[in-house]
């Protein structure tokens, strides 16, 4: 099993420019988050999906942050415009409905110039 | 907003010793999990406990949970240099039906051979 595949691992840009960040979750798992984690704020649930609907959002800092799961294997975060602010790591877990622990990618480290 | 606070924010020991690491949070759970990160590393699932659980063991790992003062600890005897890592409470609970985690500041343990 190859895990939470995350891409891109790091990503630089420029303010204002359009940032796309992907999630392969573990095959089978039904249910997928996204995370954010700073030093200031540590580790923030942004979103979650089950069975590829979004459940809770509350977490999406603002409007300019967008998520999808067009299907099982596959969800973007996408930050359009993006702000310096907004820096920060990325993590996507997914969980199957049978167990509560979650499965953590390795991350996409963003930094916004 | 964070539910679980972890005491103490960074913990400093020599191989062989014991370090215990404290989770309190504020409402009720289902269930509390401890994860591990590693610097530059997604979180890795360590131990889950259930809200009817009082202790729970993994190897080298212990975990108490105390639902009527809502606090729970991680011991991990006998330490080693590879438990260098940022260990993290995440308390487990039902939010529209739905089983969501909440993730702690973390402690940053540093084991010094």
């Known amino acids: 099993d190859a895990g939470v595949i995350q891409s891109p691992r790091h990503e630089v840009t420029e303010m204002g420019q359009e940032v796309t960040l992907r999630c392969k979750p573990i095959?089978?798992?039904?249910?997928l988050f996204w995370y954010r984690q700073t030093m200031m704020r540590g580790l923030e649930l942004l979103i979650y999906?089950?069975?590829?609907?979004?459940?809770?959002d509350s977490g999406m800092p603002e409007d300019r942050f967008s998520a999808k799961m067009p299907n099982a294997s596959f969800s973007t975060l996408k930050i359009q415009p993006s702000e310096p602010r907004d820096s920060a790591v990325y993590f996507c877990?997914?969980?199957?409905?049978?167990?509560?622990?979650?499965?953590f990618g390795p991350g996409t480290r963003l930094t916004v110039l | 907003s964070q539910q679980g606070e972890e005491d103490p924010q960074a913990l400093s020991i020599q191989e062989g010793e014991n370090a215990t690491m404290n989770c309190s949070y504020k409402?009720?759970?289902?269930?509390l999990q401890w994860y591990r990160q590693n610097s530059g590393r997604g979180l890795v699932h360590l131990i889950l406990?259930?809200?009817?659980?009082r202790e729970k063991h993994s190897g080298r790992l212990r975990v108490t949970l105390d639902t009527s003062k809502k606090s729970s600890s991680l011991l991990i005897t006998a330490s080693r240099a590879a438990d260098t890592a940022s260990y993290f409470c995440?308390?487990?609970?039902?939010?529209?039906?739905?089983?969501?985690?909440?993730f702690g500041a973390g402690t940053r343990l540093a084991v010094h051979p």
């Open positions: 409402t009720s759970i289902n269930n």
């Open positions: 095959s089978g798992h039904n249910s």
């Open positions: 995440a308390t487990g609970f039902s939010s529209g039906g739905y089983n969501k985690l909440i």
């Open positions: 999906f089950n069975n590829n609907v979004p459940i809770d």
């Open positions: 406990i259930r809200s009817n659980e």
């Open positions: 877990a997914s969980s199957s409905g049978q167990r509560n622990e979650q499965f």
